[in-house]
């Protein structure tokens, strides 16, 4: 029974016609992405700085706990769960282009919608391999640095000072961001349109997700180009204490969805 659902959901996904998408695309989705954001940002900043909170109490507990190695892969993984939090500007930018009410009580009808049990089976699909991550990472540096220094780093001076100077620290961060990128490369083969497609139109979570992976096998390196622009933008919007990603989530979920629009035909 499972195995004849399992095909079915795959003939339904291969029947979803996908594009071939290049450089102007991705272009062309940061632009109308910025449109959308200029056109709500006073509405949707406060949106975006729940998923700032999020990170910056994740960072906090982490050095609050004296376990300063999971600070960078906290921050960084934060980055797989940007598709799930983007997922009201998604249906911002979908009410937009059908020219309906855009106001901010909208962003949650995804919590409300059709979608909504796919989107949270999605979204938990994605924090299980944010949370693999993070205990990955944390056995990466106990195999390498964490073995030199079985007590947890005395500042975060002392371990960067660890992390830079010491053979097993280059190790730790040279094994930890190859991992990572592996891990990144996942989640976004995954969900680089499903999250868009489920809010967009009625279809499986499995569709959705198959859809994503087809997406990323007939285009990839646009999709990867478009993983090195995300994670670029996040870093840029996080430098200045998280504060400037309250600009850059709005304007990447709305150029996600613009993206989706290109890759996939509706």
């Known amino acids: 029974m499972a195995i004849t659902q399992a095909a079915r959901f795959d003939e339904v996904a291969e029947e979803i016609e996908i594009r071939r998408i290049g450089m102007r695309d991705l272009r062309e989705a940061l632009r109308q992405g910025w449109q959308d954001f200029m056109a709500k940002r006073g509405d949707m900043i406060f949106a975006a700085i729940i998923y700032v909170a999020i990170v910056l109490l994740a960072v906090l507990f982490a050095q609050n706990q004296s376990i300063l190695p999971l600070i960078f892969p906290l921050a960084a993984g934060s980055i797989l769960l940007g598709p799930a939090f983007a ?64 007590s947890a780093p005395a500042s975060t001076g002392a371990f960067l000072q660890a992390v830079f100077t010491t053979a097993s620290g280059w190790q730790m961060a040279i094994v930890g961001n190859a991992v990572g990128l592996v891990f ?49 933008l996040l870093v840029l919007g996080s430098l200045p204490a998280f504060v400037g990603l309250a600009v850059v989530l709005p304007v990447l979920g709305y150029a996600t969805w613009h993206l989706y629009t290109r890759a996939v035909v509706r």
């Not at 999250?195 to 990323?216: E, G, K, Q």
């Open 184 to 232: 990144a490369a996942m989640v976004l083969a995954i969900s680089v349109v499903s999250f868009p497609m489920l809010i967009d139109r009625p279809v499986p979570l499995a569709t959705a997700v198959h859809t994503s992976w087809r997406v990323a096998r007939a285009n990839p390196v646009t999709v990867a180009a478009w993983g090195l622009i995300v994670v670029g």
């Open 87 to 150: 997922s009201g500007f998604y249906e911002l930018a979908r009410r937009r282009e059908q020219k309906l009410d855009t106001r901010w009580r909208h962003f949650f009808d995804v919590a409300r919608g059709p979608a909504a049990a796919s989107i949270v089976a999605l979204t938990s699909i994605v924090f299980m391999l944010f949370a693999l991550w993070v205990f990955v990472a944390w056995l990466i540096y106990l195999a390498t640095l964490g073995s030199l220094e079985p």
